[in-house]
């Protein structure tokens, strides 16, 4: 078995700045690419941020420039640092790892979301 959580979600004022964390554990053998979702009310959920193992990043275009994601492979972690948020970016946002199981088996991974929510 495996759980993903999220935490750090909140509300916050358009202009600041808010932190995701999420951990990965449980029968883990290595964690490839770790992504941060997004759903908005009414739309279809999106990619924000993914980087892989080795630390190689690709963002959406609407929030390049802005978030920042990293990892810690060694704790199974990833962050999303977001900054000078925008209502727009309101959503529930939901992390993802790409699990290799200690019994050798690719599993996807999601945690169960964390609701952001941007004030203008």
């Known amino acids: 078995q495996v759980q993903v959580v999220e935490s750090g979600g909140g509300l916050v004022q358009a202009g600041g700045s808010l932190r995701l964390s999420c951990a990965a554990s449980?029968?883990?053998?290595?964690?490839?690419?770790m992504g941060w979702y997004r759903q908005a009310p009414g739309k279809q959920r999106e990619l924000v941020a993914i980087?892989?193992?080795?630390?190689?990043?690709r963002y959406a275009g609407s929030v390049k420039g802005r978030f920042t994601i990293s990892r810690d492979n060694a704790k199974n972690t990833v962050t999303l640092q977001m900054n000078s948020l925008k209502p727009e970016d309101t959503a529930v946002y939901s992390c993802n790892a790409a699990v290799i199981t200690r019994a050798g088996l690719w599993q996807n991974y999601w945690g169960q979301g964390t609701q952001v929510t941007v004030s203008s």
């Open positions: 449980g029968s883990i053998s290595s964690i490839n690419d």
């Open positions: 980087i892989s193992r080795g630390g190689s990043t």
